[in-house]
């Protein structure tokens, strides 16, 4: 778990008859991650496609786009299938033809449609004006304009313009139609040019003989009569989705293949009669797939692992012209079939090496970056931490049901693996929120009737709880602090023991000195409750502090581990180390800080609607009673609200309104606050300490058959 499958590096040599053979066997098999040739190697060229490839490509592009213009999905698919050659040949070639020819059609009627949308757009201030359109075209004289604007100031202009002998407007609202006659002096568009200046827009005249009525119902009509023919041609093309898809599928599935088996040969090497490629696997699958190439091959292809890569960042990596070929075998040289040899050294792929439980927790991970093979994988601490944290900091049996509710829609619902695993992860959250809450005694923010085992301090009488998971977020921080810091210490024992030391165990030293002292007797700047609440106030521990001689030895370790840190790192990496100690730690207790929050958000908002009193030192909600019934049962007792479901009709509707919109916030800062919260303690405090991540994502050559079955 906290390390990557093994993998081993695989070469196989051959001559060039037998590289389909090989390609097909490494595509059946999809476990070797191949590595591109980069041309090390004197001789040997980057190997050819495979004949057909460019055709198979051509096709493989006129599928997807068929498939994307009849909006193909995987559900259409139907029972998986073998397309033949002859398939692609005829049904193909019939399916795309009427495909197409639907598609332009469809094409050219939304384009006539945009069309006469316009005209219809435009039509409308013609309508509203109320003028035959054959009066408003064709003078030889006259000079017509129609527009909208400020009809005042268009006559103002028209009346005051030197070239127009005479004029007149007509209109409506704003719409209006000017009819200049220019002087005898003048000529051309002499309305226009009065008008030129205002902010008028401008309405070209359809030259029709009809009405503008008339002619907005023509343009209707055709546009009703398109849209009917947009639909037929929709219903043709849904009727060829239903009939093709599952052809389509399999078709761009069998071409898929293809090209990827035929391009292959662009990541080998090759000479003018033999080749090599090399990729990696997980150790446990070469005999496996070694014998399936035997199988298929025989003795016609030699097949090698070069190389069992070591966790170590420290790894042997075979030199150019000589490879291990297998345990007890280091340095035999592996010999080409053009007597050369040769091997390339780049890095493993990483294959994350979780249980399924664990395995969506990768997704958090992977949002930072992957793991690198060398270093150790956080994923089942964050499987751990993450939901602890974020229970711990919600801790309400009914947030925690939806919460783990809108998990399980997210991870059944969607083939998206990555939000899927966000499901998952948010399922375990949720039920770690549920486990909390059934301890705090909590259902959205109500109390539950029992007495719960922990409390969140809110109260006065139990403020000493809120006290208690200050401390408890500290305790936290070490442990995970530590873990971290033990993980680099780990990573940096491939360097040696003394750096380890230096770079790693300086700093825990300095990190658990520091609080060790914090934590002993005599009790000097710290605070008394760090000694009481383990000690019977709240929680009966019996803990009231370490012996002093445990503090002496944490005040001793301080300077030890800036010393070790000063040698290993200089004056920063001990500056850095002392001044984390401190605040890492102390950043952890925004997870008692969020306690209060979240259940105080909660209780304010129960506060609104039901109303509550303060009695000794405890909150009580106004459950069946009003504020002065409450006052008369409990003397003493002071209202902190008298509730909106005590205020009438319009308060238990504006109160419900309150509830459900209150307990929404609450639900959203716990993924937006509580969420974050946690998961910045993850990236920023916790794999600071040990993570670099830049893994190689795993890739086997291969494609999973989903639509076809083996031809």
């Known amino acids: 778990m906290l390390r990557p499958e093994r993998m081993s590096k695989v070469s196989v040599t051959g001559t060039k008859n037998v590289v389909r053979d090989v390609i097909e066997v490494t595509h059946d098999q999809r476990v070797v991650h191949l590595s591109d040739y980069g041309g090390e190697f004197e001789g040997f060229d980057t190997g050819s496609p495979l004949a057909g490839a460019d055709g198979a490509s051509e096709t493989l592009v006129t599928v997807r786009s068929l498939i994307n213009i009849l909006d193909v999905t995987g559900e259409d698919a139907g029972p998986a299938r073998i397309v033949t050659d002859e398939a692609l040949e ?19 009627v939304v384009a006539a449609l945009e069309t006469f949308d316009q005209r219809i757009e435009e039509a409308q201030p013609f309508v509203e004006l109320g003028i035959d359109l054959d009066l408003l075209w064709g003078y030889d004289s006259l000079d017509v304009v129609v527009g909208t604007g400020d009809v005042a100031e268009v006559e103002a202009a028209l009346a005051d313009a030197d070239d127009v002998a005479s004029s007149e ?18 000529a051309g568009d002499v309305a226009s040019a009065a008008l030129a200046g205002l902010d008028v827009e401008r309405h070209e005249v359809p030259e029709v003989d009809r009405t503008a009525g008339e002619y ?45 088996k035929a391009e292959a040969p662009l990541r080998f090497a090759t000479t003018e009669h033999a ?50 070929a297998g345990e007890g075998v280091e340095g035999e040289e592996r010999a080409l079939t053009d007597g050369g040899s040769g091997a390339t050294a780049d890095e493993p792929p990483v294959v994350q090496n979780n249980p399924w439980f664990v395995k969506p927790f990768e997704v958090l991970v992977q949002a930072i970056n992957r793991p690198n093979y060398h270093e150790i994988d956080p994923t089942i601490v964050l499987f751990f931490t993450f939901p602890l944290f974020f229970g ?32 998952f992860v948010a399922m375990v959250a949720g039920a770690a929120t549920v486990v909390f809450g059934l ?47 033990v993980f680099d210490f780990v990573k940096q024992l491939d360097h040696g023991v003394r750096a380890a030391v230096l770079e790693s165990g300086s700093l825990v030293v300095v990190m658990l000195g520091i609080w060790l002292w914090v934590f002993s007797l005599p009790r000097s700047i710290q605070p008394a409750w760090l000694f009481t609440v383990l000690d019977g106030n709240p929680a009966p521990l019996g803990f009231a502090g370490f012996p002093p001689v445990a503090g002496a030895v944490g005040l001793w370790g301080i300077p030890i581990g800036l010393v070790l840190a000063y040698v290993g790192g200089g004056g920063i990496e001990a500056y850095e180390g002392l001044v984390n100690s401190i605040t890492h730690v102390l950043s952890y207790t925004r997870l008692g800080a969020e306690v209060l929050a979240e259940g105080g958000i909660a209780f304010v908002v129960n506060l609104l609607f039901f109303g509550a009193y303060s009695h000794e030192g405890e909150y009580h909600y106004l459950f069946g009673q009003t504020a002065s ?77 989903t639509y076809t079955t083996q031809d």
């Open 392 to 423: 711990f900091m919600i801790g309400d049996v009914g947030y925690g049901v939806v919460y783990a509710l809108v998990g399980y829609a997210l991870y059944s619902r969607f083939d998206s693996e990555a939000i899927a695993s966000l499901g």
């Open 90 to 108: 005829e049904e193909f070639e019939s399916v795309r033809r009427a495909v197409n020819d639907l598609d332009d059609h469809r094409e050219s």
């Open 629 to 705: 019934a409450a006052l008369a049962h409990h003397p003493g007792a002071s209202i902190m609200f008298p509730g909106l479901m005590h205020a009438g009709v319009a308060g238990v509707l504006g109160g419900i309104v309150v509830l459900l919109f209150g307990h929404l916030l609450v639900l959203a800062l716990g993924v937006t606050s509580a969420g974050m919260q946690a998961i910045r303690l993850e990236y920023v405090e916790f794999f600071g300490k040990f993570y670099e991540g830049g893994g190689k994502k795993y890739r086997p050559f291969g494609h999973p058959r």
């Open 439 to 485: 301890l705090y005694g909590e259902f959205f923010g109500v109390f539950l009737p029992y007495e719960p085992v922990l409390s969140r301090g809110l109260e006065p009488s139990l403020a000493d709880w809120a006290e208690l998971w200050l401390l408890g977020s500290v305790l936290a921080a070490l442990v995970h602090l530590t873990v971290g810091y």
């Open 275 to 324: 080749f090599f490629a090399e990729g990696w696997l997980p150790t446990s699958d070469y005999e496996a797939y070694a014998s399936a190439l035997r199988d298929a091959v025989g003795d016609r292809v030699e097949v090698e692992e070069l190389e069992r890569a070591d966790f170590s960042e420290e790894r042997d990596v075979p030199a150019a012209g000589f490879a291990p």
């Open 169 to 186: 407007v007509f209109s409506e609202g704003d719409t209006f139609a000017a009819f200049a006659y220019p002087t005898e002096a003048a």
């Open 216 to 260: 907005l119902e023509v343009l209707e009509n055709r546009t009703e009569k398109l849209r009917e023919t947009l639909d037929g041609i929709e219903e043709g093309l849904r009727d060829l989705r239903l009939e093709h898809a599952g052809f389509l599928l399999a078709a761009e599935e069998k071409l898929t293949i293809e090209v990827e």
